[in-house]
């Protein structure tokens, strides 16, 4: 059953930090539901719901794979612009986007679980404070907290990196 409510949402939310590798991406989804399995008992609705638990579990998944990974500038996986639609080499504003996206994925890899899904929430998935709450519980006051702190947790790692 919860792979069935979650499984699309979970794929969705580490293709997001993964990027367009398939492969990459599958492994981290079944890591994920395979973690949420040998963890199921300790799972406790008066710590969050059952989607900001598996976010949390996903988002470690992905960190393992940056982890793994390393500190490449870009990312093998992701979609290469080898030649401009005139054939000439790679434009440098298209390597310059790919560098960032690679870097945000790190950076939101790096940042703890209920940060990154606070982000993708908002900012990804256009959602407002109200919907946040339903998603993660909490107050209308403390999800506007928390997301004032995400974004200076996420701005000042970014911007170390």
Request: zero cysteines; aromatic letters at 10%; glycine letters at 8%.
């Amino acid at each position: 059953m919860l792979y069935d409510q979650y499984s699309v949402r979970v794929w969705r939310y580490v293709a997001r930090m993964l990027g367009a590798n398939t492969e990459a991406v599958g492994d981290a989804v079944q890591e994920t539901f395979l973690a949420a399995a040998r963890s199921a008992h300790r799972f406790d609705s008066d710590k969050g719901t059952h989607w900001s638990w598996l976010a949390g579990i996903a988002h470690n998944q992905v960190a393992v794979y940056w982890r793994r990974v390393g500190t490449r500038r870009i990312d093998p996986a992701e979609p290469r612009f080898e030649d401009s639609p005139g054939g000439g080499a790679v434009p440098e504003d298209q390597l310059q986007q790919q560098e960032t996206i690679a870097l945000v994925r790190r950076v939101l890899a790096e940042l703890p679980g209920e940060y990154a899904s606070i982000l993708e929430a908002k900012y990804t998935d256009g959602q407002s404070v109200a919907e946040m709450v339903k998603l993660f519980g909490g107050t209308t006051e403390s999800i506007r907290s928390k997301l004032a702190r995400v974004r200076r947790e996420f701005r000042r790692r970014f911007e170390e990196q």
